[in-house]
């Protein structure tokens, strides 16, 4: 056997068995297609193809049997966890490098061990900790701070695949594996006390849902009613005829009566405890009142921002694009104290009784934190948007929709 048909096999057994140790990338795994290539270099992948090249994966090879499918196991994680780097700074290829060695070591299976397991655990919880979240994102800014030479160390410890070469590929593709591996992780992990935590943590990252807040808003439009002319199917000539042959009888009249999305009654509620910062508030409400101002405000609008932290501590009615306009310039935060979110809903009951609204559509409530939720399910739709840039989880009460959303996303327009 030559030394290319060596590599080539070598490849191949990594392949089998990093599909034996880890089932749930199996299908992964058997998406990229694999070749050797002569002379040396570290591997390469571009989300369609894994790149080897033999005289490295035979020297690998030689000095520890499981780092060729290591190697083989950090692009294809790369993959399901959607990083694409080309262009990136040194920081974010690092990041992602981390992440990546870091669900390998915590899996500690047989074939994808390799040594100093115990000092890139010790790093990446340490940054992970600093981060806030293992997110490539958080991670990189954390990375940023630290010293030359201890980036060198960390280079030399994560460092396995050329960063360049990162690709996804097909990302709607890859996007669908990583749910599938998430689904047969979780199930593995209530059948064995595998150490998958840390794989799962990181898989919810990756498939967490980026939510266009428009759409979103959208579903608490009702459809409305009005009366007007349609001029597009308006035909003046029968108007005309039947008006001079019948006096005052046309023989076709225009369609009156039309529907259109709009926005009759409806609350904002924001929260404005003392962790909640202006610029994420202001545009939350610059996106709402840009779907507002496309809905259309004229007639029964009827729409209230309402400002509480541990109380209600303003109502401001919007009736008109005007009214937007206002509350926009002259808007500030009322308040600073805890989150708690049942004043809101017993302030907006009340109106309820007393005639504030006649067909109240739904409540959306703005928020950064946890606070005190009600106990029983109000009479509208309710929604809680949290604005969360580190991951976290926030659960609500079953009877509330839950809207995870990133600075970022506020102010994402349409079609981008």
């Known amino acids: 056997m030559d030394r290319s048909e060596a590599a080539e096999e070598i490849v191949s057994a990594a392949a ?130 630290i010293s030359e030479w201890q980036l060198d160390l960390y280079l030399r410890l994560f460092d396995r695949d050329r960063d360049q070469s990162h690709g996804t590929g097909d990302a709607g593709m890859w996007r669908e594996l990583a749910q599938q591996a998430m689904t047969e992780v979780e199930g593995f992990a209530r059948r064995t006390s595998s150490g998958t935590d840390a794989f799962l943590s990181i898989l919810r990252i990756r498939n967490r849902r980026r939510y266009d807040y428009r759409s979103f808003l959208r579903k608490f439009m009702t459809r ?13 000539i029968y108007y005309t005829y039947g008006l001079s042959h019948y006096g005052n009888m046309p023989l076709v009249d225009s369609l009156e009566v039309s529907e259109s999305p709009g926005v009759d009654e409806f609350v904002v509620a924001i929260d404005t405890s003392g962790s909640t910062m202006r610029g994420p508030v202001m545009a939350f409400l610059e996106e709402t009142f840009s779907v507002l101002r496309q809905s259309g405000l004229e007639g029964r609008a009827n729409i209230h921002v309402i400002q509480c932290d541990d109380e209600v501590r303003s109502d401001d009615v919007v009736r008109s694009e005007g009214d937007m306009r206002r509350l926009a310039s002259s808007f500030r935060l009322r308040g600073g104290n805890g989150t708690d979110f049942r004043p809101v809903f017993s302030y907006v009951d009340e109106l309820v009784r007393d005639g504030g609204f006649r067909n109240l559509r739904g409540l959306m409530y703005f928020t950064d934190g946890v606070g005190t939720y009600p106990e029983r399910r109000p009479p509208y739709d309710t929604a809680f948007v949290f604005c969360d840039d580190r991951y976290l989880e926030h659960d609500v009460p079953p009877w509330a929709m839950r809207l995870v959303v990133r600075s970022a996303d506020l102010t994402a327009r349409e079609g981008a």
């Open 224 to 236: 409305r009613s009005g009366v007007r002319e349609s001029m597009d199917e308006f035909d003046p």
């Open 16 to 145: 089998s068995r990093l599909c034996l140790d880890m089932r749930f990338l199996t299908m992964a795994v058997l998406s990229l297609e694999r070749r050797v290539l002569p002379g040396e270099g570290r591997p390469e992948c571009d989300g369609v193809t894994v790149t080897f090249h033999e005289d490295t994966v035979i020297s690998d090879y030689r000095n520890d049997r499981n780092l060729v499918t290591r190697e083989l196991a950090h692009c294809v994680l790369h993959c399901i966890l959607g990083h694409d780097s080309p262009g990136m700074s040194v920081h974010g290829h690092l990041a992602e490098d981390m992440v990546v060695e870091y669900v390998l070591d915590t899996l500690d299976t047989p074939h994808v061990t390799v040594p100093q397991r115990d000092d890139r655990m010790y790093a990446c919880e340490k940054i992970f900790r600093r981060a806030g979240a293992p997110a490539p994102d958080l991670v990189a800014q954390e990375l940023s701070s």
